[in-house]
């Protein structure tokens, strides 16, 4: 009985479209941020924020992003990884070269610079679509990593052929290098999570968002409404490399620190398609849910064991969490294939209408 919108009117066209209508759902979203900004950095451990919640945040950043290309515009991506190696690398070459930018500046440029890549391989999807966009996108995958391992300027001509983030301060606080602390990057991954996220969120709510959903339904019946193709596509892409690219400066700057060509390989790009296949295409909420899922079930399928008493070698065990990931999600994919954000809005639906079937 506590989720209706009865005596809820909307007197003006702005209360009618706003991004939540319902006020239970502004109510709950405002004590999601609360918690998040309020309590979680406050009594995480370094382990759970480290380890844990900030790759959460970035990932979601990322999925976010494949999912206005793959979920609202229809364009297949199996180059997400590249596209944040991209926004990785572009940070790091900037940072060392010239120092005195400010280091937020530094992750919007190098979004910048991952959506020109991302426009030059999105050309080909004029021409193409579905599995041979995959294949084209997968190109670049391959061939982002491999200019970047191959040539020596990208990494400063590091021996060890790994780019390692600078210290960096923001407002005399520390956000990057061995000295910032896990509560300040905490924070720093969940701005921009948030912040990105209601930009996506009025995009797909406005003209571009209802285009890319156009090409994605009928790309044919779009182009004689009006709609151009190529441009649609190409911002599309665009925008969604922008996001893949911060997401990909974040991973570096904010949570490893340091990494190689290796952190930004296939299976991240695998793993971040999965995400927002399991948490709904062409949802906000459920990119972030599908990151959840696979960000935290992994690490409480490997403890389960030893919460159970289960004396069980590390080798099972990894085999047993592999085999149990795997089985769950061939299992939700069964039993709603369109993701947690269709579960959500169903059990919305009949939290409306309970206790009454009709």
Known sequence: MFYRETGQFKTNYQKDQQVFPI?????????????????????????????????????????????????????????????????AYATYKITTNIPEINIIIVFLLSGGIAALVGILFGLPSLRIKGFYLAVATLAAQFFILWLFNKVGWFYNDNP????????????????????ATAEVRYFVALIFLVGFTIVAKNIVRGRIG??????????????IIGIEPLKT???????????????GALSVFVWLGSAETEAFDIFLSFQILFMIIIGGLGSIMGSIVG????????????????LFGLPIST??????????????IVYLLIVEPHGFARLWQIGKEKLRQWPFPY
């Open 160 to 179: 060890s052929g790994t780019i390692t983030a600078p210290p960096r301060t923001l407002f005399g606080i520390m956000i990057s290098g061995p000295r």
């Open 315 to 328: 080798d099972l065990s990894k085999h047993i969490e592999e085999i149990v990931f795997g089985g769950l």
């Open 233 to 247: 596509k190409l911002m599309a892409f665009a925008v969604s490399s922008f996001y893949c690219g911060v997401a």
């Open 23 to 87: 006020a239970q759902d502004r109510v709950f979203v405002a004590l999601l941020l609360i918690v998040a900004f309020g309590v979680v950095p406050f009594v995480a451990n370094e382990y759970w924020l480290q380890a844990i919640l900030i790759p959460f945040l970035i990932f979601s950043l990322a999925a976010v992003g494949l999912n206005l290309l793959t979920g609202y515009a229809g364009q297949v991506s199996l180059g997400t990884g590249a596209f944040m190696a991209v926004g």
């Open 291 to 306: 990151a959840a899922f696979i960000t935290l079930v992994p690490i409480f399928l490997t403890n389960a064991p030893a």
């Open 210 to 223: 209802r285009s890319w959903m156009a090409i994605r339904d009928m790309d044919i019946a779009a182009e």
